[in-house]
């Protein structure tokens, strides 16, 4: 066999075996399940609706027969959430009538008093008092967040300054159900791959850390065909 003969035959070889391995990770992908890592959404897919919204949701905001939803995931004791909270209450004068801004709960475990927060927030919602202990939340955060000890009195404080009935408050705080109605949130959170706060969604596209108004309002005249 002459010397040119054999340098031809191993990379003739070669070819073989490397398009027989691409054959074979090319098969592998076609074969993989729905769900894999490789067939994985783009980041851009929007996340699934009954993850984002479900029928307890809390609707800070509600526009008839509107087609375009922002959801945030937020925790009452995060500073990055009180930073974005100004953001949001513009948006919503903003468009309000246009389209609906829906709150979901996601107390991180680092935080003492995020997770009691919620369910002060929660026991307001269910004496109608929603929107003005969200803002009493951030309002007030720097006078109770970041404490290592718990501040439910002070949360049944701002209840009585809202002239809320205190014993209903009190007992709706303190009910296993109101607690498992946060997690629940939580959860929902944690499916989506959420990781921290705020995370925001419009029409279940997730935006950017900490978006600003700029940037939200574009994705939402986007969505409302401005």
């Given at each position: 066999?002459?010397?040119n003969?054999?340098?031809?035959?191993v990379?003739?070889?070669?070819?073989?075996?490397?398009?027989?391995?691409f054959?074979?990770?090319?098969d592998?992908?076609?074969?993989a399940?729905?769900?894999?890592?490789?067939?994985?959404?783009?980041?851009?897919?929007?996340?699934?609706?009954?993850?984002?919204?479900?029928?307890?949701?809390?609707?800070?905001?509600?526009?008839?027969?509107?087609?375009?939803?922002?959801?945030?995931?937020?925790?009452?004791?995060?500073?990055?959430?009180?930073a974005?909270?100004?953001?949001?209450?513009k948006?919503?004068?903003d468009?309000e009538?246009?389209?609906?801004?829906?709150?979901r709960?996601?107390?991180?475990?680092?935080?003492?008093?995020?997770?009691?927060?919620?369910?002060?927030?929660?026991?307001?919602?269910e004496?109608?008092a929603?929107e003005?202990?969200?803002?009493?939340?951030?309002?007030?955060?720097?006078?109770?967040?970041?404490?290592?000890?718990?501040?439910?009195?002070?949360?049944?404080?701002?209840?009585?300054?809202?002239g809320?009935?205190?014993?209903?408050?009190?007992?709706?705080m303190?009910?296993?159900?109101?607690?498992?109605?946060?997690?629940?949130?939580?959860?929902?959170?944690?499916e989506?791959?959420?990781?921290?706060t705020?995370?925001?969604?419009?029409?279940?596209?997730?935006?950017?850390?900490?978006?600003?108004?700029?940037?939200?309002?574009?994705?939402?005249?986007?969505?409302?065909?401005?």
């Amino acid at each position: 066999m002459t010397r040119n003969l054999a340098i031809t035959l191993v990379l003739l070889i070669g070819a073989v075996v490397s398009l027989g391995i691409f054959a074979y990770s090319v098969d592998r992908g076609a074969a993989a399940p729905e769900g894999a890592s490789n067939a994985a959404a783009p980041p851009s897919a929007p996340a699934p609706e009954e993850l984002l919204v479900r029928e307890s949701s809390h609707y800070l905001s509600r526009a008839e027969n509107s087609e375009v939803t922002v959801v945030e995931f937020l925790d009452f004791e995060c500073e990055a959430c009180r930073a974005q909270f100004p953001v949001m209450e513009k948006l919503r004068a903003d468009y309000e009538g246009r389209i609906n801004f829906v709150i979901r709960y996601f107390p991180l475990p680092g935080h003492t008093n995020s997770e009691t927060a919620a369910t002060a927030v929660e026991a307001a919602a269910e004496q109608g008092a929603l929107e003005e202990m969200y803002v009493k939340m951030y309002e007030t955060q720097a006078e109770w967040g970041e404490s290592q000890e718990s501040k439910a009195e002070v949360f049944v404080g701002f209840a009585e300054e809202l002239g809320l009935d205190i014993e209903r408050f009190r007992a709706t705080m303190e009910d296993p159900a109101t607690l498992e109605r946060v997690r629940a949130d939580f959860d929902d959170g944690v499916e989506l791959g959420i990781q921290g706060t705020p995370t925001i969604f419009v029409n279940g596209r997730q935006t950017e850390s900490m978006p600003s108004y700029e940037a939200l309002s574009s994705m939402i005249d986007t969505e409302l065909g401005a």
